[in-house]
């Protein structure tokens, strides 16, 4: 049986989502605050410590998940993020990946902080959102850290809006035509974008280099379950990769609890054959990550 991977994981300590408000406020990451636990609306954040991540991931068979760092305003929480994904990751190496947090305009010092981690065996670099970072992936700072993954022949995870919904609150706009733009300047650079690339991957209008990869994360907040088939028949069966996004309650009206069975079912639900069901669901995913 071909394993299960979710490719789009954030994960955080209970010391950090006990309190997020304060927590982030000690660090001056007002984003993330306002996206997880914002003042103004309900949140449809969910948490989970490494146990009930663990738990989670047993009761939907999901083998293996990727950790993604957050988009952190600041180079030093990045450190932090990617402190504990390293901890989590070397106590249950069977289970848990990571993605390096950076953030790409802190100049040298997040290029030589993420080659640490790479060496330290991370699988890859993200998820980044460059407008909220304070960068743009035109920047000379951001060509630093793709050299930086070229030489690892790692991904980077980016974080795609659907313009659609870039009106909303805690929706950060990002034209997609920048990273149809990326994906050339870097030929030789692998990108992850997530959240079916804001919609990219869904419109054949698009024509897309080969070095971009989509994954499903939060997908069902944002478009039908036929996203998937859609996906697939656009972008190739190759090139789709399911990630979550968990603890995201991405089924907001059905509980409390963030978990991975719905997304699953709801994929086990559509028409993919077995073979496109097997790609999507984790081949894809490690064949990248076993090209290093
Ligand atoms: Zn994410």
């Given at each position: 049986m071909p394993l299960i991977v979710d490719g789009h994981v954030h994960a955080y300590p209970a010391t950090v989502f006990e309190s997020a408000r304060t927590w982030a406020a000690q660090r001056d990451e007002t984003w993330w605050a306002d996206c997880v636990a914002p003042t103004d609306r309900p949140s449809i954040q969910g948490w989970a410590d490494l146990d009930q991540l663990l738990r989670d991931m047993d009761a939907a068979g999901?083998?293996?998940?990727?950790?993604l760092g957050w988009y952190w305003q600041h180079q030093t929480t990045c450190e932090e993020n990617n402190q504990w994904m390293?901890?989590?990751r070397r106590a249950h190496p069977d289970r848990l990946r990571a993605f390096a947090a950076v953030n790409p305009a802190a100049g040298r010092t997040a290029i030589d902080q993420t080659r640490r981690w790479l060496d330290d065996g991370f699988n890859g670099i993200g998820e980044l959102l460059d407008r909220v970072q304070g960068f743009r992936?035109?920047?000379s700072t951001f060509a630093a850290l793709a050299e930086l993954a070229r030489r690892y022949d790692v991904p980077c995870n980016l974080h795609v809006t659907d313009p659609l919904l870039d009106q909303r609150p805690g929706m950060q706009p990002t034209p997609l035509a920048?990273?149809?733009t990326l994906a050339t300047t870097f030929p030789d650079n692998t990108f992850i974008l997530a959240h079916l690339g804001g919609g990219l991957a869904l419109d054949p209008g698009h024509r897309l280099p080969p070095n971009l990869y989509f994954d499903t994360a939060a997908v069902p907040l944002i478009y039908a379950p036929t996203c998937y088939r859609q996906a697939i028949n656009t972008v190739g069966i190759?090139?789709?990769i399911f990630g979550s996004d968990y603890?995201?309650?991405v089924y907001?009206?059905?509980?409390?609890t963030p978990d991975?069975?719905?997304?699953?079912d709801a994929i086990r639900g559509t028409d993919l054959t077995p073979t496109e069901f097997d790609a999507i669901m984790g081949v894809n995913l490690l064949t990248l990550l076993a090209r290093d």
């Open positions: 999901v083998d293996q998940a990727v950790m390293a901890r989590w992936y035109a920047d920048d990273f149809t190759d090139r789709v603890p995201l309650r907001p009206r059905r509980g409390p991975f069975s719905r997304q699953i």
